[in-house]
């Protein structure tokens, strides 16, 4: 057979068998079955720690991603069932239709631009030996032609797939932890901010008989399985051309009943004013050892800023833990603000962009407004902070007055996450 994308441009083949053979020298082995990640990372890349390593206070405003578990099922992106009879073998140039789309997403966003999210993918593809995508992408929505150079009679599935990869992930955070007898230190700890993560590895397009013999798991044999080889459309004499198929027709239908359903679950809703239960004390936020701290905006449109507080700062540098928890030695609380009576936040607009300014808002039941707060041992004030909704790490790009504290979903790599919580 000989095969060519819609582009013009062409591959060369002597017939399937030999496409297939060549396929199953050349293509990694996958799986349809999810396959358990160890708890930690088994080789984690140069430089990350391990779940349990000590860390210091300069890692509390730092994370790592790792691999919670992987699952390879081939997909079929685009698919026609097709009739050749003798009469009509050849080149021809068929018309898929889309059978899925699949987007590449960690989390909640399918905007990869930070570090944690380009690392964690690159986690996924560099323990299955696979090449995936580690970028903003999606499968094409488009129906697309496929032209293949047909030797012998049968009924075909024309078509385009790739092996979609999913799985959970986790994070790595600095934290104290106890070590028996009332003593603490802190270590690298499993955080409490995961999720899931899709992606997928190089499309592949090509035709199959129900006759040939494919690899099981592979992304030929998922377009073998949607050719309803056993129906009377399959068997029974037909006219060259278009054969439907009601195994593609359900599972087509399926996936847009899943995006449907994942839409609607997204919508976005009203989030309710909070009723805070703040506690009495105020702090301020400080860079370690200088005079810069965290200061809420006066006007809506700004950010929360570096500023050195002085008789003027109107309690602005002021903040209280409201609505505090605790789950395995890690607080979540919402910031709120003395000075301006709102609580800190990640503006919805822009929460899914690396370096996102942070700024106040009305208080609300809103996950954009809590934060995880990771602390050094007893006796030392140095924490990092995490937004819960985000997952990203609180910092600024340089010391300076009026610097805004933005978003970095890894943290600050250089120590510059870490803050002090001073008393007030």
Known sequence: MRHSRSSGLRRSGLTVLTALAAFALAAPTATAMPTAAPAE?????????RLGDSCTSADLGKR????????????????????VTEGSTGSQTIETSTQTVVTVQVGLSANIQGSFQVELL???????????????????????????????????????????????YGSLNCNRVGTGNGTYATRWIDGPESGSYTTYTTLEEGAVRCEDTVPAGSIMRKAQDLLDCGSPAATAKHRAGPVPSAKADGAERDADAAATAAQDTKAAQPAPRAALNCQPGAYRIDVPGKPLNWSAPLLANDGIRLRESTFFSAHLDNWRLCNVTENNGVLEA?????????CATVPAAIANQEQAYLTTAAC????????????????????????????SMMGYDRYADGELIRQYSSGRQDGTGTYTLTGV
Not at 334 to 342: D, Q, R, T
Request: charged fraction near 15%; hydrophobic fraction near 25%.
């Open 64 to 83: 790592y991603p790792y691999i919670k578990s992987t699952q390879v099922v081939p997909t079929i992106t685009h698919f026609k069932g097709w009739y």
């Open 364 to 391: 609300a039941e809103d996950d954009l407004q809590r934060f995880y707060i990771y602390r050094d041992a007893p006796g030392s004030p140095k924490i990092g902070l995490q937004n819960k909704y985000t997952g």
């Open 334 to 342: 919402s910031l709120w603000n003395w000075g301006n009576g709102g």
């Open 41 to 49: 990372p088994a080789a984690p890349a140069a430089g990350q720690p």
């Open 122 to 168: 690159g986690q996924v593809g560099g323990s299955l030996g696979l090449n995936v995508q580690i970028s903003s992408s999606t499968t094409s929505s488009q129906s697309k032609s496929i032209s293949w150079d047909f030797r012998r009679p049968g009924y075909y599935a024309l078509y385009e797939g790739t092996r979609k990869v999913t799985g959970q």
